[in-house]
């Protein structure tokens, strides 16, 4: 059972930056998918970033050029940088995992078995 754990919220205004952090509580094979998705108030948790080490990165069109994943399989470690933030880019963000590659695709929620608990994001304009 993988438990992950992210760091790294805060408040910030339009146009900042934020880097989101998610540590795995074991070894985490390159091959693994993991993912950030993020839940605003009132609305669906969506997916808005994805890798797996050999396939690359890949985003929803949301994010696409301000955010950038990427993963320290060393550290058993997930981020996202967050460039140009926007107040609609305000909620909770989680992390999450599969022991299976994301294969290019924008896997939905029930693909992944391994969530955190989230990380609180609030940008102001």
């Known amino acids: 059972q993988v438990q992950l754990v992210e760091s790294g919220g805060g408040s910030v205004q339009a146009g900042g930056s934020l880097r989101l952090s998610c540590e795995a509580s074991?070894?985490?094979?390159?091959?693994?998918?993991m993912a950030w998705f993020r839940q605003a108030p009132e609305r669906e948790r969506e997916g808005v970033a994805y890798?797996?080490?050999?396939?690359?990165?890949i985003y929803s069109d949301d994010v696409k050029g301000r955010f950038i994943i990427s993963r320290d399989n060393a550290k058993n470690t997930l981020y996202l940088q967050m460039n140009r933030l926007k107040p609609e880019d305000t909620g909770s963000y989680y992390c999450?995992?599969?022991?299976?590659?994301?294969?290019?695709?924008?896997?939905?929620?029930?693909?992944?078995?391994?969530w955190g608990q989230g990380t609180r994001v609030t940008v102001s304009s």
């Open positions: 890798i797996d080490t050999f396939r690359g990165p």
């Open positions: 999450a995992a599969h022991s299976r590659s994301c294969d290019g695709t924008l896997k939905p929620i029930e693909f992944f078995p391994f």
């Open positions: 074991e070894f985490v094979y390159a091959r693994y998918c």
